[in-house]
């Protein structure tokens, strides 16, 4: 009897991992059950890891579209700059109050200061 005893815990450890894991045995077994806290904190960091990554590809993402935005920022408020600075010549400005028709002159002597004397 003894024997027989051997030979079957012989053929139960000689069964493939993959066949006691798809039948259940090894969730039953203590080995398992002994180490479930130990599992679940692994599932949890898992878990964890996982949420910790998509949410960094995400900052990536934006991060990256923000700097886009302000390179093309940059450049509109350079060729806005840019216009301005054209429009703003005496030359320009005569030359569009002229073509809108106003009744505005060239000044032909520089401005002067008026000094008020305080008593």
Do not use: C, W
């Not at 991992?17 to 039953?28: H, N």
């Not at 700059?81 to 000044?107: H, I, P």
């Amino acid at each position: 009897m003894v024997a027989e005893k051997d030979n079957t815990k012989k053929e139960f450890k000689t069964g493939s991992f993959m066949k006691e894991l798809l039948s259940g045995t090894m969730v039953s077994e203590k080995i398992i059950l002994k180490n479930l806290g130990y599992v679940s904190l692994v599932t949890l960091l898992l878990a964890i890891y996982i949420g910790n990554r998509f949410h960094a590809e995400k900052i990536t993402r934006e991060s990256s579209r923000l700097q886009r935005e302000v390179r093309d920022l940059k450049a509109e408020s350079l060729s806005t700059s840019a216009d301005l600075m054209y429009v703003s010549r005496q030359s320009v400005v005569f030359r569009l109050v002229r073509e809108k028709g106003l009744n505005l002159e060239e000044l032909k002597t520089p401005p002067f200061k008026l000094l008020v004397s305080k008593k």
